[in-house]
C-alpha cells in the first residue's frame, strides 16, 4: 500500500489561488469518490478540511476546495490567507475498509 | 462533541509491545461510527494504522498487520492499539480518531509521542 504522492511545497501570495496535487492509482483515488484532506499546523492536531472529494465539514471556509479528475485530486485554497500557512494531506479509500495517506505537503503563504 | 484521549507509555524499549488506550467522550462506541488509529514518526507524515467498528470488525493496514492488535471495550467507552516488536522505527506520535462511516478522520484525539528507545 504505497503512500500517495504530494508536492513537498507549494507556495502563494495573499489573496492567491493554490492548488495541491494528490496522485494514486486506480486502487485508491481513481477507484473511488471517498479523498479527504486535512490542515496540519506544526505541533497541533490534523483537522479534516475536505471529505468525500469535495464536500466541507461545517465550519471550514468556502475558500477550500476539493476535486478529482483520474487518479489524481486536488485541494484548492483561493483568496490565500496567512493562517492558511501550514501542512496539508490528502487521504483515500483503498477499499476493504483501509485508508491510504500522502506524503503532506507544506503551504507557504509569502 | 465527540472527544477522544490516547493514554499510554511514553517510552518503550524494543523489542517490546506498544500498547495505547483511546478513551472517548460525548458519544457511545457502541452507537456506531469506525474509530481508528494514525500516526505519524516525528517530521514525517501521516500512516494509517487501522480501524474497528462497534461490532468487533477491524482492519488493519497491510504492512502492520503482522504486529497490530486492536480491540474495542464498549463497556468502558475505550478502544486499544497493540504495536508488538516494536523497533525505533515504530517512534510516532500516535492518534486516535473518529470515522464516520470508515472513509475519513472527522475528530482526532490530541495525540501521544511513544518513543522506541532501549
Known sequence: QSALTQPRSVS???GQSVTISCTGTSSNVGGYNYVSWYQQYPGKVPKLMIYHVTERPSGVPDRFSGSKSGNTASLTV??????????YYCCSYAGTYSLVFGGGTKLTVL | QVQLQ???PGLVKPPETLSLTCTVSGYSISSGFYW???????GKGLEWIGNLY??????YNPSLKSRVIMSVDT???QFSLKLISVTAADT?????ATMTDSTRCDYWGQGTLVTVSS
Open chain 1, 12 to 14: 502563494g501570495s495573499p
Open chain 1, 78 to 87: 483561493s483568496g490565500l490567507q496567512t493562517e492558511d500557512e501550514a501542512d
Open chain 2, 6 to 8: 490516547e493514554s499510554g
Open chain 2, 36 to 42: 481508528g488509529w494514525i500516526r505519524q514518526p516525528p
Open chain 2, 54 to 59: 462497534h461490532n468487533g470488525n477491524i482492519y
Open chain 2, 75 to 77: 463497556s468502558k467507552n
Open chain 2, 92 to 96: 510516532a506520535v500516535y492518534y486516535c
